[in-house]
């Protein structure tokens, strides 16, 4: 019974540091976008230009995502995360100091270098640190902390920069993600993994999977269409995302007439109904056993209140609902997607499927807003909504074939 108890106490601090860790490095999905408005006007950037910062960080973070995978296994997952929480810190610094976009840039690229490593380290760590019956606790709350990390960075950073100024904003962002990092280097005796041990584990595995002795290729994974069907999913799903979180303030306004800094408060609004949604979700997908069904109603909801946005005429006291309602749809079908890319995923190639996968939604959040920045600039705010409404509708295919090739798969 004590040992019980000492090993669930043990799975909660380790979920509360890993999940405080994902959260910040969500956090910072959005100090960025949520200083448009003050960058653009200090440094006379067009909407483009500031679209190509997010391009940039999400570019950036995509390549370090499938590289640090491997640096993981080879040094383990402490040292990865402290140097990811560190980078993020120091990007934050950079964007303060900022002197023109050069300095915006190198503080994208740096953001993304750090932001690349979470994926690779929590997953390790959730996987090799967490009992098995705690493990689906850990994945939700992993999800759950990554929406509230959205929700609370466009009030933090907003807030401050009315009050103090942007520069102000993205320092307090820098001392933030500063005592993240003196939280899990003060408990870094609970976030050590064995790198021998899961060596002997992954070649033990590769041997029961094929006892002849002759392997396939590393790459054979990549001819499964599956596979590439949910990396569409993915690039789609965020492309849509990012968008709306990077300009629906300023399309708001120019709409609407909503302050930009109350349309900064409806992505929170954005970010919290998502991470109601992803709770209902994943207990829904338990129930109903129904993936495809469960992504194309919520994909149909959001496109409707994406068309309703784009059509100038609803009542301002119904925006903040139609917000709520997109995040609430797109987090109720995330832990169905995520059941699609495991029925998807052969055995014995798990993280290379997972990497590929994820990729793509680090493509997604990079073209995305690049390509919205040239409407905004050309001054159709509507054609955000619009766009955001035709990417979600591309999923849907993407889902029906992903259940037909799956279902063809196990036949």
Same mark, same amino acid.
């Given at each position: 019974? @004590?040992? @019980? %108890?000492s090993r669930r106490a043990s799975d909660v601090r380790v979920i509360a540091l890993i999940s405080l860790a994902h959260g910040s490095s969500h956090f910072f999905h959005l100090i960025l976008p949520s200083m448009f408005p003050w960058l653009k006007d200090a440094f006379a950037l067009s909407y483009a230009e500031l679209g190509l910062l997010m391009s940039i960080f999400f570019v950036v $973070?995509?390549? *370090?995502? &499938? $590289? $640090? #995978?491997? !640096?993981?296994?080879?040094? #383990? &997952?402490?040292?990865?995360?402290? *140097?990811?929480? #560190? +980078? +993020? *810190? +120091?990007?934050? %610094? @950079?964007? $303060?100091q900022s002197n023109g976009y050069a300095m915006l840039i190198l503080g994208a690229v740096i953001a993304g270098c750090g932001n690349g490593i979470f994926h690779p380290v929590d997953f390790t760590l959730i996987n090799h640190k967490v009992s098995p019956p705690n493990l689906p606790y850990a994945y939700s709350m992993h999800g759950v902390t990554g929406y509230l990390g959205w929700a609370a960075a466009p009030a933090f950073m907003v807030g401050i920069a009315e009050l103090s100024g942007w520069r102000i904003a993205f320092l307090s962002a820098a001392v933030l993600e500063a005592c993240v990092l003196f939280i899990l280097w003060i408990n870094r005796s609970k976030l050590i993994d064995n790198v021998q041990e899961r060596r002997a584990e992954s070649q033990a595995s590769a041997q029961a999977a094929n006892p002849s002795g002759f392997p396939d290729s590393a790459f054979a994974f990549l001819k499964l269409p599956a596979v590439w069907l949910c990396w569409m999913f993915f690039f789609f799903s965020m492309a849509a995302t990012s968008s709306l979180q990077s300009f629906a303030p300023t399309a708001l306004f120019e709409i609407y007439g909503v302050a930009i800094s109350v349309g900064s408060y409806f992505i929170t609004l954005l970010a919290l109904g998502s991470a109601a949604g992803v709770l209902f979700g994943g207990y829904l997908a338990a129930k109903l056993k129904a993936p495809q069904k469960i992504v194309s109603s919520c994909l149909s909801l959001t496109i409707l209140m994406s068309l309703l946005l784009a059509g100038g005429s609803t009542p301002m006291d119904l925006i903040p609902i139609l917000f709520c309602i997109i995040g609430f749809g797109y987090g109720v079908l995330a832990p169905s997607r995520? !059941? +699609?890319?495991?029925?998807?995923t052969p055995q014995g190639v798990s993280g290379r499927v997972y990497g590929i996968v994820y990729s793509g939604i680090d493509l997604g959040a990079a073209v995305g807003p690049f390509i919205f920045g040239f409407f905004m600039d050309a001054g159709l705010p509507k054609a955000l909504f619009i766009g955001i409404a035709l990417f979600q509708l591309m999923i849907i295919p993407t889902v029906l074939k992903v259940t037909s090739k799956t279902r063809a798969q196990v036949a």
């Open positions: 019974m @004590t040992v @019980t %108890l $973070s995509c390549v *370090a995502q &499938a $590289s $640090s #995978g491997f !640096l993981v296994d080879r040094i #383990g &997952a402490r040292p990865v995360l402290f *140097a990811g929480v #560190g +980078l +993020l *810190a +120091l990007a934050a %610094l @950079t964007y $303060s995520d !059941l +699609l890319v495991k029925q998807v």
